[in-house]
C-alpha cells in the first residue's frame, strides 16, 4: 500500500538516525518520507541528508498540530503515518494494512506503541494503541501539544492496524525531562483556556508532572480531570484514574485512594486498574483484599504495563507473603518473579538469613 511517513523534528541527532533506519527495513520509499525541521541546531538535518532524505524546513510556533499538518500537506499519497524521531518501526505488516483501509477508508489507523520508561534504574515496556495513521484529505491533527487525530466531517471511527513502534523519548535526562514536561504544561495550559470542560488535557498535564515524578503537583489535574464526564471507553480515561491513584499512593494519602474501589464496574477488566487498587489495599493493610488483586492480575491478559500481569504482581505477593510471616511462601513468590531485580534482591535477603 502506497503511503507516505511524516514526521516533525527538531534537535534529534541521537535518535533520527535509528528512525530512518528501520522505515528503510520496512522498505518504506525514500520519495515517501517527509521530514519537517523545525529548527534545529544540532547534525539531525545532515543525518536525514545522508539517507538521502532533504528536511523541509518551517518555523516553529509552539504548535504540534500546525507543523504536523503541514508536514502531511507535503505528502503525495492520500494515506499518511505521523511518526517522530525518537520513534522506530519494529512491526509491520503491508498486505494487511492495505486490506484494513480499503475495507475501512475514513477510519483512523491505531498502531501500538512501547513505551521504553526507566524508573529507579529498572527498564520496563508500557504499551498502549496510538492514532497515526490516517487520510490526511478527511482528518488532521488538532491542539497544539498531545495532538489527536480528527475527522474534518462526522464522528470519528478507528481500525488497529498491522503496525508496532518503540518511542524512546521517555529514556532522557532529569534535566531533559523536566525540560520537555516544562515546555508542554505550558502548551497544555494554554489548550486549558481554550477547552477548559475537556478531561484530556487534565489528564495530559497530569501526565506531564508525573513525568518529572511531581505526584503532588500532578494530583490536581487528575483529580480535576475525574471531576467531568470521561468517556470509559476511550483508552485515557482509565489512565486518568491509575495515574490519580499513582499520585494518591505517592502521596500517602492512602485511605483516600481507597474511594477508587468506586471505578471496579468501570474497568475491573483492566489489570493496571486491578493492580493499583491491590497496592492501595496493601498500603491499607487490607491484605485479604491485595492478595485476591494480586492474584487476579496474574490471570490477566497483558494490557499497556510490562509485568503487571507477572512479576509485579508475584513480587508483590511475596511482600505480602513476608508482612504476614510467610517466609516459605513469600521465597516462592519471589523466584516466580524471575529477574525482576527488587525479587532478586528480596530472595537472595530471606535465603541468606
Not at 69 to 95: C, K, M, P, Q, R
Not at 299 to 325: D, P, Q, V
Request: proline share 4%; glycine share 6%.
Amino acid at each position: 500500500m502506497d503511503f507516505s511517513v511524516c514526521m516533525i523534528m527538531k534537535n534529534e541527532e541521537s535518535v533520527i538516525g535509528k528512525c530512518l533506519s528501520s522505515l528503510k527495513d520496512f522498505n518504506i520509499p525514500l520519495s515517501n518520507i517527509i521530514i519537517v525541521d523545525t529548527g534545529s541546531t544540532d547534525s539531525s538535518v545532515s543525518i536525514a541528508e545522508s539517507f538521502g532524505i532533504t528536511p523541509y524546513l518551517h518555523k516553529w510556533n509552539n504548535d504540534f498540530s500546525e507543523a504536523r499538518n503541514y508536514a502531511a500537506s507535503l505528502a503525495h499519497t492520500d494515506y499518511v503515518l505521523a511518526l517522530d524521531a525518537d520513534e522506530y518501526i519494529t512491526a509491520f505488516d503491508g498486505d494487511s494494512l492495505a486490506s484494513m483501509v480499503k475495507a475501512s477508508p475514513s477510519a483512523i489507523g491505531q498502531l501500538i506503541c512501547h513505551n521504553i520508561i526507566r524508573a529507579d534504574g529498572i527498564e520496563n515496556i508500557q504499551s498502549s494503541p496510538l492514532e497515526r495513521f490516517y487520510n490526511r484529505h478527511t482528518t488532521h491533527f488538532e491542539y497544539s501539544v498531545h495532538e489527536q487525530l480528527v475527522p474534518l466531517e462526522g464522528p470519528s471511527s478507528y481500525i488497529r492496524i498491522p503496525l508496532e513502534i518503540t518511542h524512546t523519548g521517555y529514556c532522557l535526562s532529569p534535566e531533559k525531562l523536566e525540560a520537555k514536561s516544562l515546555r508542554n504544561i505550558e502548551l497544555l495550559k494554554n489548550e486549558l483556556s481554550l477547552h477548559p470542560e475537556n478531561p484530556y488535557i487534565y489528564f495530559q498535564l497530569g501526565q506531564s508532572y508525573l513525568m518529572m515524578r511531581d505526584e503532588r503537583s500532578a494530583l490536581p489535574w487528575f483529580e480535576q480531570g475525574l471531576n467531568l464526564n470521561i468517556d470509559p471507553k476511550i483508552e485515557y480515561s482509565n489512565m486518568l484514574v491509575t495515574g490519580y491513584g499513582q499520585c494518591l499512593i505517592a502521596c500517602g494519602e492512602n485511605k483516600k485512594a481507597l474511594e477508587l474501589s468506586k471505578y471496579q464496574d468501570m474497568f475491573g477488566n483492566i489489570p493496571e486498574y486491578i493492580f493499583m487498587m491491590g497496592t492501595i489495599y496493601m498500603n491499607n493493610q487490607m491484605y485479604g483484599d491485595a492478595l485476591s488483586s494480586f492474584v487476579k492480575c496474574l490471570s490477566m491478559k497483558e494490557n499497556r504495563t510490562r509485568g503487571i500481569t507477572s512479576y509485579f504482581a508475584f513480587h508483590n505477593l511475596g511482600a505480602i507473603s513476608e508482612i504476614l510471616g510467610d517466609r516459605e511462601i513469600a521465597v516462592d513468590f519471589y523466584r516466580r518473579a524471575g529477574d525482576y531485580p527488587r525479587s532478586l534482591a528480596r530472595l537472595k535477603a530471606l535465603t541468606e538469613e
